[in-house]
């Protein structure tokens, strides 16, 4: 009963991931980062929901809650390496490509702000996510 739950919850939150995804697309950045909001309260694990929210905050220049949204999905990314779990191939080339994505967002947001230390940081990041996608 209680797996069930949990899945219902997950499939709840996928469902406002793929609303907030449409809100986002059309440029409603507020309601698509409500819909991603209400994915993270039903799944905190939901990377994507953490990864879009994130760009609709970058879009909206809120740079400290995007940057917030995409240090989370990185450390989400980190717990499931840590964790063993790899994903099969077409899987993980989604995996890496999102990773990618990720930290040239955190560098775009880290340059707006001048924080050129931190940006090199991060592009040092994508070839670590580079060179692990490699060892697969």
Not at 29 to 58: S, W
Not at 80 to 92: L, S
């Amino acid at each position: 009963m209680e797996n069930e739950m949990a899945s219902l919850e997950e499939q709840k939150a996928e469902i406002s991931v793929e609303l907030g995804i449409r809100y986002f697309k059309e440029d409603n950045f507020d309601l698509a980062i409500e819909m991603f909001t209400q994915a993270i309260q039903l799944n905190p694990n939901n990377d994507g929901a953490y990864f879009y929210r994130g760009v609709c905050y970058e879009e909206q220049k809120d740079y400290e809650l995007a940057l917030k949204d995409c240090e989370k999905v990185l450390e989400l990314y980190e717990e499931h390496e840590n964790d063993g779990y790899h994903r099969c191939d077409g899987e993980y080339q989604e995996y890496f490509e999102k990773c990618q994505e990720l930290c040239y967002l955190i560098c775009s947001i880290y340059i707006e702000k001048k924080k050129y230390d931190d940006a090199i940081y991060n592009i040092q990041k994508i070839s670590q996510f580079s060179n692990s996608r490699e060892k697969r």
